[in-house]
């Protein structure tokens, strides 16, 4: 048995309730959520007509990834023009009428910002490619000349996020190799060199072209690669997007998040990650967004938030810095092992460091770049998160990934802060693990010579109507890609109103959440749990208290008295079940 000594995690009561402290905010990936002209991918016109979904699930905004002009090398987190939509999901005016629906039906609707890299095909890459060396077009991005005698070795030795070498070298107008350009991702995501003026310039007018247009936020790409290390030197380790050395469940340190930048100290930090330089250019945006905010109504704030694969989770911290972004994303939560103390663990030192700065934490499972975690948590615990699963690999277990994802939403809908719903969850869609390879689009399953397989998995089109062709995403049978079978009987049009459904489970959870105020409230944990059993006591706005259990463990524990109001699993007699997570009134 463990025994941990009580915390307590207090709110602010000082701060005001802004709607993003507590927000329930769920992504919808735009090439798979609903295909409205038929041609096999996802657009605007039908996200719209499936808003109302999102109103009776419960949740309080929603999150767009890309939807911009791209050539779609990176399905859309490559982007040729940032202000204006791609034909392939529809026009501005489409933009237009989703943003309007949404608001009418109470939903904020936050847009995702891609600033670390433009596509190739934007208008500055192509100018840039024409200038040639030397010249104010090229100085928008990395250019370098290459090392040796004839430049034909890269600047550096940077690999690239999606396997291979981070450079690619030109050819000048004259037909020679020229001039490397810098990609930390695909060849065809040419980072952008943020000590250029005109690319803080132009990222203003971008943050301001859609604030003017009615968004509610922007959900910031990247968020801690745009600034690169003096000199772009030399790294001899990998350039995954977790750049410093600490490793996920490695011993965390204090969460003092230190005002000084301190970074260059740092030995081990990745020059290509997490350079304090960022933080400047957080704060001209901060001020870019006070504009639009009204000082005496926070329930009106835009916001933003930090998609920043930073470790410890001080240093994501200092992206929620009173006078940065609003939010960044805890991917500590979404890599813990499923066991109590880990998971414990990663709750109080998240709550510590966010607290530490006034900021709300954020939790978050599944997103559009990791194995769905109704997968993930059927895998063996403890082994490495993989990045994607295809046939061949090990297998999830179905039956008890689900199991745990639902147990692990029900801990996660509980906690002080804000979640983060990726588009599917709510159905306890598991990744598609028997994707053939030759369909697979993810850059990184090709740039990795097809050791990973990639993201694909988790982003196929959604399943709404069982009986309809491709199950209610669209008119055209063939999706962009292929649906698996066990999408049928998960489809919207299959779970609701089926009590115990996933989707019925998510509706609850939902609504007690937001009947509690949870999410604004207190969090303080019950120590006479067993081992691997986590208990806390959630406090919600209003006063009310729910107790959460949370059973990690094989075998079932006694349930100890109380009204039951949410269980993940079926309760059969007087025990809460291995695998489980309870709400009680408390
Ligand atoms: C993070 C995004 O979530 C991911 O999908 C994308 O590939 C990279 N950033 C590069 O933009």
């Keep these: 048995m463990t025994f941990h000594p009580a915390a307590s995690h207090a709110r602010d009561h000082a701060a005001p309730a802004a709607w993003w402290r507590h927000a329930v905010i769920y992504q919808v990936y735009p090439r798979s959520w609903a295909d409205g002209n038929a041609d096999g991918v996802g657009d605007l016109p039908g996200i719209t007509s499936r808003l109302p979904h999102l109103r009776e699930l419960g949740v309080d905004a929603l999150w767009l990834s890309p939807f911009y002009v791209s050539p779609m090398a990176d399905a859309g987190y490559d982007v040729a023009d940032y202000t204006d939509v791609d034909p392939v999901f529809g026009t501005l005016a489409d933009a237009d009428a989703l943003l309007a629906r949404a608001h009418e039906l109470g939903l904020r609707v936050i847009v995702d910002l891609v600033p670390n890299h433009t596509s190739d095909e934007h208008a500055w890459f192509q100018a840039a490619l024409a200038a040639g060396p030397g010249s104010a077009e090229r100085a928008r991005y990395h250019f370098r000349d290459g090392q040796g005698e004839d430049g034909s070795e890269p600047p550096n030795n940077w690999s690239s996020v999606f396997g291979g070498p981070a450079w690619t070298r030109v050819t000048e107008a004259d037909g020679a190799p020229g001039q490397w350009y810098l990609h930390l991702f695909d060849p065809k995501q040419p980072d952008l060199d943020w000590d250029n003026p005109e690319v803080r310039a132009m990222f203003e007018q971008v943050l301001r072209f859609w604030l003017d247009r009615g968004v509610d936020g922007f959900r910031v790409d990247v968020a801690h690669g745009l600034v690169k290390a003096e000199g772009l030197p030399d790294w001899h380790e990998r350039t995954g997007m977790l750049g410093s050395a600490e490793k996920p469940g490695e011993p965390h340190t204090s969460v003092d998040v230190p005002e000084h930048e301190a970074a260059h100290d740092e030995p081990d ?3 290509m990650w997490d350079q304090d330089g960022v933080h400047e250019i957080y704060r001209s945006w901060r001020r870019l967004l006070e504009e639009y905010n009204p000082e005496d109504d926070p329930q009106q704030d835009r916001i933003l938030c930090a998609e920043a694969w930073v470790q410890p989770v001080e240093r994501a911290a200092r992206y929620v810095r009173r006078d940065e972004m609003h939010q960044a ?24 460091a ?38 061949g690999d090990e297998q999830p277990n179905a039956v008890l990934g689900l199991r745990r994802a639902r147990a692990a939403t029900a801990l996660m809908l509980a906690l002080p802060g804000s979640a983060y719903l990726y588009q599917g969850e709510e159905l306890g869609l598991p990744e598609h ?20 397989r990639g993201r694909d998995g988790c982003r196929i089109p959604m399943p709404w109507e069982a009986g309809a062709t ?30 115990g459904s996933t989707l019925e489970l998510y509706r609850t959870l939902l609504t007690l959440r937001r009947e509690l105020g949870l999410g604004l409230g207190e969090l303080r ?18 006063g009310a208290a729910v107790t959460v259990l949370a059973n990690l463990g094989e075998q079932a524990v006694p349930l100890p008295p ?19 997570t309870i709400w009680l009134r408390s």
């Design 433 to 452: 693990t028997a994707l053939p390879d030759t369909v697979r689009q993810d850059p990184t399953w090709s740039r990795s010579g097809g050791a990973e």
């Design 562 to 580: 109380g009204e039951v109001l949410v269980s993940t699993s079926t309760l059969t007699d007087s025990s809460l079940p291995a695998d489980t």
């Design 470 to 499: 491709a199950l209610g995403f669209g008119d055209q049978a063939a999706t962009w890609l292929p649906q698996p079978e066990i999408y049928r009987a998960l489809a919207v049009d299959r779970q609701a109103g089926v009590p």
């Design 525 to 542: 944990w019950l120590d006479d749990t067993p081992e691997e059993v986590l208990g806390m006591q959630c406090t919600g706005s209003g």
């Design 269 to 271: 930090r990745a020059p």
């Design 329 to 352: 994303f805890n991917f500590d939560f979404l890599q813990a092992a499923w066991h109590a103390k880990d998971l414990r663990e990663v709750i109080d030192h998240s709550l510590a």
């Design 354 to 391: 966010a607290g530490s700065v006034g900021a709300p934490s954020t939790w978050v499972l599944s997103n559009h770049d990791v194995v769905r975690h109704a997968s993930r948590l059927g895998l063996p615990v403890g082994q490495p998160r993989p990045n994607g699963i295809g046939i």
